[in-house]
């Protein structure tokens, strides 16, 4: 491994606690083109068994520390056409941990705009500068800089003689890369956030209007929410710290213990030099830094509440009814059989005082019995509480068992009036394509949503205020370790899943699905090798998360790669299974046989020989089927029935810094705060709470007036 990398994966062993052969092989991997979902689940023996979240996090790390070197290397080959690198500051640019510091390296032989030192300089102050700074106990300044005095070059006076030495000296300070490391420091450390409001009228910031909370403590949904509301000029924020200390430490660095008559010029130099030239930049970087750090929390919040609504369990067999809740547009309803393909659809208006319920009642009852529906979906947005009281009476007089359950419809709009829904339902119009969304999203919540930017999914805080780019590539990640972990149908996944699929793109998705109806369903994985545009490296990254049900190979509906295929066929042939036996005590047999000689006889690793019992034993698992299905309801309640020390079931809709938002079935969406979460302390919800999650919680107060409920998780 080249000296570069050596050096990269020093720093990504300390930062990560991993061996050193685990940082090199992740690095080798990754350059090489494999994904991180087929490096997590195929190359664990070369990782050490890193997951995805690892891995992403480690390719994170590692581009950003590549992009360091680079800057690196153009600072010093800067320096060095100026014709002003010498060892010492090679050595400081080498050493320079963070941009930050390279930055302040740099900032002296940056080109800069005409300044006031600058203009100082071209009327011949340099010199005088010089002088002063050396603070010799004989030297008179005044006696000096008469001798600077020179009209034509704008030099009139002593003063303006001394005045722009001082600039000179000012600019030479804040160039100063120790000085301005530790000012960073200091304010960072000691420093406040200072907010007050700009605009006497009340707001949803007027919890801001008289705030003032140290830098280091400020929590990330309180610097989106200063930085928006300053953005919308509700906010006025500044950055305050006791300036006469860091002036004073300024001072303490630049001048002797034993004052000379150029020491006031410096102490004037250097309390200019922090005020107008320091203290704006360590602000803006400060609050660029404290923005960028909160960003990246709540991106990290967004990505596992994602995760944890994208991996809900599905609900299978069923044959289910999308209800899309409205008020003067009415209700959409779609049905949907087991597959997910339409059998009905429909308008009902039943939410508004005015409407003909009875009329609504009748349509909906003959479609639920014409089409045998099991469970009605209903969209959890506008107007959905009518919609879910109206359910509740209308399925208690059917002579049939029927659920209904609340369904997070977030994003099922922008889906409704995308392309690839017009493409999917050209018949039906938007308002209908959102009740089917909202169907399909119960069967198979990963399935539909991908098909949604996870931007537009909501389940995150201030996802508008943060960097896009960064956003994106985050919940992408996500969605991806979640598509792979699953696992896909090959031939039933839509475009939009496959997409997603490790090592196919847009492109390639297209075509297997364009080869699917062009030759039939996969017969086998390696048929994959005949889609246009899907190489050998794609066909190794791609084929184990694919899984086909029926077809030649009873391998291909496992996790196991086949490029493991020799290894799982020699394990069944050597324990004596022929493929159609019941294979329930592989894992004990194995055991009796002993791990370690198989592994030497198949030339397989110990983790791949366990992953490849796991799969042979669980032939096409969903992971997801493990978990605790959605709360199905039969009943409902409203907030005038809730009473404090009430316990109810409910299910995790949002997790933010400070605490959860809970579905109890009332509409409206509790909050239990973070600290009503658990006994023990912890410093975020997202350790202890995800998306989807069913919990138990308890009533602590009810506002009916503000439409808020309190929650606890404690002592239930």
């Not at 419809?409 to 889906?415: F, H, I, R, W």
């Not at 792979?484 to 496959?498: C, I, R």
């Not at 295929?565 to 055991?591: F, P």
């Not at 709470?689 to 606890?712: F, H, M, P, Q």
Request: charged letters at 30%; one cysteine or more; glycine letters at 6%.
């Amino acid at each position: 491994m080249e000296e570069k990398n050596l050096k990269l994966v020093e720093i990504l062993c300390e930062e990560f606690n991993i061996k050193h052969w685990q940082a090199e092989n992740a690095v080798a991997l990754i350059d090489d083109g494999n994904t991180v979902p087929f490096i997590a689940r195929y190359r664990k023996e070369a990782t050490g068994s890193m997951d995805d979240t690892m891995l992403r996090d480690f390719h994170k790390r590692l581009m950003a520390l590549r992009s360091l070197e680079e800057k690196r290397e153009d600072i010093l080959r800067l320096i060095d056409e100026q014709g002003k690198l010498t060892d010492e500051l090679s050595e400081a640019i080498e050493n320079a941990k963070t941009l930050s510091e390279l930055e302040d390296i740099y900032r002296p032989y940056r080109p800069k705009r005409r300044t006031r030192a600058s203009i100082a300089k071209e009327k011949g102050l340099e010199p005088l500068s010089v002088l002063i700074m050396a603070q010799d106990k004989d030297f008179d300044p005044d006696i000096e800089a008469e001798k600077y005095i020179n009209e034509e070059k704008g030099v009139t006076s002593i003063d303006d003689a001394l005045a722009g030495a001082m600039d000179i000296i000012a600019e030479d300070i804040s160039d100063n890369a120790d000085f301005r490391k530790k000012l960073r420091e200091m304010t960072q450390n000691n420093g406040f956030i200072t907010v007050k409001n700009a605009k006497d009228e009340d707001s949803v910031y007027s919890n801001y209007y008289d705030f003032s909370q140290k830098i280091d403590g400020l929590a990330p949904h309180r610097v989106l929410a200063i930085n928006r509301g300053e953005k919308e000029g509700f906010l006025s924020v500044k950055i305050e710290v006791d300036e006469e200390r860091l002036i004073s430490y300024l001072i303490r660095k630049l001048t002797p213990k034993n004052s000379a008559p150029a020491t006031k010029y410096v102490e004037l130099a250097a309390a200019d030099a922090y005020k107008r030239l320091i203290a704006p930049s360590l602000a803006t970087e400060i609050r660029n830094t404290a923005t960028e750090n909160a960003e990246d929390s709540s991106i990290k919040v967004f990505g596992k509440n994602l995760n944890g609504l994208l991996m809900q369990p599905p609900v299978k067999g069923s044959t289910v009814m999308g209800f899309d809740p409205g008020y003067r547009t009415g209700c959409k309803v779609a049905v949907v059989n087991e597959t997910g393909k339409v059998l009905d659809t429909g308008v009902v208006y039943c939410t508004l005082p005015n409407h003909d319920k009875e009329l609504a009642k009748k349509v909906l009852t003959d479609m639920i019995l014409r089409n045998n529906v099991d469970i009605v979906s209903i969209g959890n947005g506008t107007a959905s509480k009518e919609s879910e009281i109206f359910i509740s009476e209308l399925i208690k007089g059917i002579d049939r068992r029927i659920y209904y359950v609340m369904t997070n419809e977030a994003g099922a709009s922008v889906y409704s009036a995308s392309e690839l829904a017009a493409s999917e339902f050209p018949e039906y119009d938007v308002a209908l394509r959102s009740a089917v969304s909202i169907a399909r999203r119960l069967q198979d919540p990963l399935a539909e949503l991908v098909k949604i930017d996870p931007k537009s999914i909501g389940v995150g805080q201030y996802q508008h205020d943060m960097n896009a780019t960064k956003l994106s590539t985050e919940l992408t990640g996500v969605v991806e370790d979640c598509v792979n972990k699953v696992g896909v149908d090959l031939n039933t996944a839509s475009p939009s899943l496959l997409g997603y699929i490790s090592g196919v793109n847009k492109t390639v998705a297209k075509n297997i699905t364009s080869y699917r109806e062009e030759n039939g369903k996969f017969k086998n994985r390696t048929e994959l090798m005949n889609v246009p545009k899907l190489g050998k490296k794609a066909y190794e990254q791609c084929a184990g998360f694919l899984r086909i049900s029926d077809g030649d190979n009873f391998l291909d509906n496992t996790s196991v790669h086949p490029e493991s295929y020799k290894g799982a066929l020699g394990l069944l042939k050597t324990l004596g299974y022929t493929s159609t036996d019941n294979l329930s005590d592989l894992n004990g047999r194995a055991k009796e046989y002993g791990k370690k000689k198989l592994c030497e006889e198949l030339d397989i690793g110990e983790i791949t020989l366990n992953d490849i019992i796991d799969a042979l034993l669980k032939p096409g698992r969903d992971p997801r089927e493990e978990l605790p299905k959605p709360t199905l309801r039969e009943d409902v309640l409203s907030m005038e029935d809730l009473k404090p020390d009430m316990v109810l079931s409910g299910v995790v809709r949002n997790v933010i810094d400070f605490g959860a938002f809970i579905d109890i079935g009332v509409h409206q969406d509790g909050l239990v705060h973070i600290s009503q979460i658990c006994d023990k302390y912890i410093k975020h919800p997202s350790e202890v709470l995800s998306v989807g999650d069913n919990v138990e919680v308890k009533i602590l107060d009810i506002d009916l007036k503000k439409k808020r409920i309190s929650l606890t998780m404690k002592g239930i």
